[in-house]
């Protein structure tokens, strides 16, 4: 079989394509036959040595298949289910086929094409727990949302509009913009136009928004903190160095910046965020968007794309195995 393995650290010419033995399952695991794999900026960052990984390494969490055998003690699976994959950072959806333990596998619905497999696990985990776990949404809470037309800000937006907030989101592009618009949000705004965040107290009529997801704190957070509500909350989802910040725009409102990292979950967080996923996927909340995909061998063109979409992003990337 073919997989992406990555020896050492750099650019994207780093993912390398090679053959290796297709993998069996032990006792407790099953094997899957992978036709699409997410990509996820996470993967760039591991990648380049942004963040820390232990190489060789396989990248991928995310992925979507059918069963090909399962281990003697898997009772739940059988050959020809569908799945998705949902892996810790470790990795190994970049790849044909791939071993698991049988409870890294879940039900994908036939009404959820395998590419909106692929873009199930990392994006919906990250948005489920940035606004019920950190952020602590209620129904009536406005919520802004940073950067809503990629992966993680459209599950964003699905799953903020069907808990019944108010959703703002925002996009760099008239392509995001309009997907944002299409998959729920009440109110679209261009982060690229100069003083796009003063129509939010028109919007709110003065009060501010109760949560902001922020997917760049390095650039945004200083102006989350004056658009925030009495008590709100800012939950940090991304960041790419640092800010000066002056926290008296916090003080007056009794305000929070709350920070997340889906790697360090608890198993009693993930057990709820991929029951909330799961029932999402059954009820039609979750409908991943696709922005384009590639072939395995074109990892490196996915990764240039991932952190730089050339029209901004409008979705979820993945690629193609077979």
């Known amino acids: 079989m073919q997989q992406i393995l990555v020896t050492e650290l750099g650019d994207p010419s780093v993912l390398k394509i090679q053959q290796t033995p297709i993998p069996s399952p032990t006792p407790t695991q099953v094997l899957v036959?992978?036709?699409?794999?997410?990509?996820?900026?996470?993967?760039?960052?591991?990648?380049?040595?942004?963040?820390?990984?232990?190489?060789?390494?396989?990248?991928?969490?995310d992925g979507a298949g059918v069963i090909e055998s399962v281990g003697d003690e898997v009772k739940d699976w059988k050959k020809g289910d569908r799945v998705y994959i949902a892996l810790s950072l470790a990795g190994g959806t970049y790849s044909q086929y791939l071993v698991c333990d049988a409870n890294n596998v879940h039900p994908l619905p036939e009404r959820v094409s395998f590419d909106q497999g692929a873009a199930l696990f990392v994006p919906y985990a990250t948005a489920y727990q940035a606004l019920f776990q950190v952020?602590?949404?209620?129904?009536?809470?406005?919520?802004?949302?940073?950067g809503a037309s990629g992966g993680v800000g459209i599950a964003c937006v699905q799953f903020a509009r069907a808990f019944g907030n108010t959703v703002i989101g925002t996009a760099g592009t008239p392509e995001g913009e309009a997907v944002v618009k299409k998959q729920g949000a009440h109110f679209v705004l261009n982060h690229r136009k100069?003083?796009?965040?003063?129509?939010?107290?028109k919007i709110t009529d003065g009060k501010g928004v109760n949560v902001v997801l922020e997917m760049v704190a390095n650039v945004n957070l200083q102006k989350d903190a004056e658009v925030l509500s009495a008590?709100?909350?800012?939950?940090?989802?991304?960041?790419?160095?640092?800010?000066?910040?002056?926290?008296?725009?916090?003080?007056?409102?009794?305000?929070?910046?709350?920070g997340?990292?889906?790697?360090?979950?608890?198993?009693?967080?993930?057990?709820?965020?991929?029951?909330?996923?799961?029932?999402?996927?059954?009820?039609?909340?979750?409908?991943?968007?696709?922005?384009?995909s590639f072939a395995l061998k074109d990892a490196p063109k996915a990764h240039e794309e991932i952190l730089n979409p050339p029209k901004g992003a409008t979705g979820k990337i993945v690629l193609h195995p077979w």
């Open 135 to 146: 952020g602590e949404v209620k129904p009536s809470d406005t919520v802004l949302i940073h």
């Open 260 to 292: 997340m990292a889906l790697p360090v979950s608890t198993e009693e967080e993930m057990k709820d965020i991929l029951a909330g996923m799961n029932a999402g996927l059954e009820n039609g909340t979750i409908n991943p968007v696709i922005m384009k």
């Open 231 to 258: 008590r709100g909350r800012i939950v940090v989802i991304g960041n790419k160095g640092q800010i000066n910040f002056n926290p008296s725009a916090l003080m007056m409102k009794r305000s929070e910046v709350r």
């Open 33 to 61: 036959k992978i036709y699409a794999v997410g990509v996820n900026p996470v993967e760039a960052y591991i990648r380049n040595g942004t963040l820390p990984g232990k190489l060789p390494w396989v990248p991928g969490s």
């Open 194 to 201: 100069e003083g796009y965040l003063k129509e939010i107290e």
